[in-house]
């Protein structure tokens, strides 16, 4: 039996063992990162906990219900995620959205605001080549009273309803999203 190369077959063994590791912590971190963007809300799944939540203004004839939705009952719990639910009831109570998001807005309503837009007089004097960009900047305004999400906050006009909640969920680790809504007038409909 030849021992000449014992010390080197040890070395490639330690090598190879060295390999297997870096390979283990190389699954081991995906694996890890995969699990962290999954409860960072990073996968198509809609959050499943929360609550319903609800503003009535001073002299009872306004009033806001909404369901806030998060990931986990902890974070439900939690005073940032109430403190957030309120601030949507009184956003909602203040500026009569229409939609949470842009992309809840029926194509006929914004093909319907697209076609003011066009027929607009001062239309004519943008150059063609700015025309859409005039056209969407001016979408975005009409639509951003009308989508929550889009809205300036009531409590600091600097600041977009939409980051507001983008904020929140990073803080909480979470994804928190807004499932609905209803502003009730009384003697509305």
């Known amino acids: 039996m030849n021992t000449s190369h014992a010390p080197l077959r040890r070395y490639l063994g330690v090598i190879g063992a060295a390999a297997l590791l870096v390979i ?98 001062s239309m004519e004097r943008v150059p063609p080549q700015k025309r859409n960009e005039v056209i969407n900047s001016k979408l975005k305004k009409v639509l951003g009273e009308q989508v929550l999400m889009m809205q300036s906050w009531v409590k600091d006009e600097t600041v977009i309803v939409g980051d507001l909640v983008k904020k929140v969920s990073a803080e909480m680790g979470e994804n928190v999203a807004l499932r609905r809504f209803r502003r009730y007038v009384l003697g509305e409909l």
């Open 24 to 121: 283990a912590l190389v699954i081991f971190r995906k694996r890890q990162n995969r699990q962290v963007q999954e409860e960072m809300g990073a996968t198509d799944r809609a959050p499943k906990r929360g609550g319903i939540f609800s503003y009535v203004h001073h002299n009872n004839r306004l009033g806001v219900l909404l369901e806030l939705n998060c990931d986990t009952d902890i974070v439900a719990q939690r005073e940032r995620f109430l403190q957030l639910a309120n601030e949507l009831a009184l956003q909602i109570a203040a500026t009569d959205p229409k939609y949470i998001n842009f992309e809840d807005v029926p194509t006929d309503v914004v093909e319907q605001i697209h076609q003011v837009i066009l027929q607009d007089p």
